[in-house]
Antibody, heavy 119, light 111 residues
């Protein structure tokens, strides 16, 4: 059973950097899948942030591209998100999720972690 | 900003049938790209509900069904049950953005 688990600080100061890690179990980060981040502001809809594959190729949402970096750590079987210059608008639940290289849909999802941007 | 439009809410009594539309431009809903649907219960992560327009993963009740035609897709829930009250999102790939997109989301209320 594949499981994803987000971790990282729940509070980030404005203008700071949001950093999250997603630990993957039951699948190899080196597989043919793409590893994604999706966020959901309180009371709002889902927004795709970006993705990375095992070789380090990335795709980012154009609206966030200038502030986002997604990286992979094969030795720890995990991938990470960095979002810099954050504002209150970046307050959201952040989910990590697998995009199947063979299936081509999002499954499974991590449970999500709330990150609040506040001083 | 989302390029997939859904109605903000739909409602129905137990046992009734409700449908949720998901509409996008031709740059998104080409013949090549599939639509998937996700269910999000209150306080939980989204869960895959329908994949490749019409297919249900194992464990999803057959009262859920999906369809796609031209530049729109639909999710139908037949025999609505109390536990179907949730938010539902469509999702596809946008060539214009070179990335994945989600619909605006629809809240289903069981009266």
């Amino acid at each position: 059973q594949v499981q994803l688990q987000e971790s990282g600080p729940g509070l980030v100061k404005p203008s700071g950097t949001l950093s999250l890690t997603c630990a993957v179990s039951g699948d190899s980060i080196s597989s043919t899948n793409w590893w994604n981040w999706v966020r959901q502001p309180p009371g709002k809809g889902l927004e795709w942030i970006g993705e990375i594959d095992h070789s380090g190729r990335t795709n980012y949402n154009p609206s966030l591209r200038s502030r986002v970096t997604i990286s992979v750590d094969k030795s720890k079987n995990q991938f990470s998100l960095r979002l810099n210059s954050v504002t209150a608008a970046d307050t959201a639940v952040y989910y990590c999720v697998r995009w199947g290289g063979d299936t081509n849909w999002f499954d499974p999802w991590g449970q999500g972690t709330l990150v609040t941007v506040s001083s | 900003q989302s390029v997939l439009t859904q109605p903000p809410s739909v409602s129905g009594a137990p046992g009734q049938r409700v449908t949720i539309s998901c509409t996008g431009s031709s740059s998104i809903f080409g013949a090549r790209f599939d639509v998937h649907w996700y269910q999000q219960l209150q306080g939980a992560a989204p869960k895959l509900l329908i994949f490749r327009n019409t297919n249900r993963p194992s464990g999803v009740p057959d009262r859920f069904s999906g369809s796609k035609s031209g530049t729109s897709a639909s999710l139908a829930i037949s025999g609505l049950q109390a536990e179907d009250g949730a938010d539902y999102y469509c999702q596809s790939y946008a060539t214009s953005l070179s990335g994945h997109v989600f619909g605006t989301g629809t809240k289903v209320t069981v009266l």
